[in-house]
């Protein structure tokens, strides 16, 4: 009778330890997949800060990439409203180029330095009929000469109307044509007055034309 009990009792131990381990093993499970599921929403969060922080930078980049092409465009009229042609930035080029040519031919060889100053005197009467036909008048020489034939005071917009009417073939405005007036009149080529809240210009006669006229 005694060993039947114990049998009994070992029986219902062991049914009771593998109990005990498959409850432990679900629970080990579950805490597994939690852990996982925070951690995949943890990554989706942050991928989802980083594409909105790249974006925010994308966007900043195209915004100052605007500003930089207005400036070009500003400033390349500003260059032309202050007399400075585009041929002599171009004379300036080819004078650059020019000396590093002969930077090369002197460390080359001396076949290649014996060519060398025929192919840049050869150069040389192209650059000079290139610069001669792209030369035209600057805006400021418009400004004044327009400004000169003119009885009466004009206004910035008004100049600008008449100058895109007698040279269509340039694009001209208003903000670089009253950049060029007020440098004019920094120079005394050119009297400003306001009316109201329009600002007027007219052309300062020189001492040269007030000694004929007189």
Do not use: W
Request: aromatic share 4%.
């Amino acid at each position: 009778m005694r060993v039947g009990f114990c049998i009994c009792h070992e029986q219902s131990a062991r049914r009771f330890m593998a109990s005990r381990k498959g409850v432990s093993t679900m629970s080990e499970t579950t805490e597994l997949t939690s852990q996982y599921s925070a951690q995949v929403s943890s990554d989706l969060e942050r991928n989802l800060k980083d594409q909105e922080h790249l974006s925010s930078e994308i966007e900043a980049l195209q915004a100052r990439l605007a500003s930089l092409q207005r400036d070009h465009s500003v400033l390349v009229n500003l260059q032309q409203a202050l007399g400075v042609p585009a041929a002599a930035a171009e004379s300036a080029a080819a004078v650059s180029a020019a000396r590093k040519a002969r930077k090369k031919t002197t460390s080359s060889s001396g076949t290649a330095a014996s060519t060398a100053p025929r192919r840049q005197a050869g150069k040389k009467p192209a650059a000079k009929a290139s610069a001669t036909s792209s030369a035209s008048p600057t805006l400021v020489h418009l400004v004044r000469a327009y400004l000169g034939g003119q009885s009466e005071p004009r206004s910035a917009a008004e100049i600008t109307t008449a100058l895109e009417r007698l040279h269509p073939e340039r694009t001209i405005k208003t903000t670089v044509v009253r950049t060029t007036l007020e440098g004019l009149v920094a120079k005394s080529h050119a009297q400003r007055t306001k009316q109201g809240k329009f600002v007027y210009y007219t052309a300062v006669a020189s001492a040269g034309s007030g000694e004929q006229s007189a």
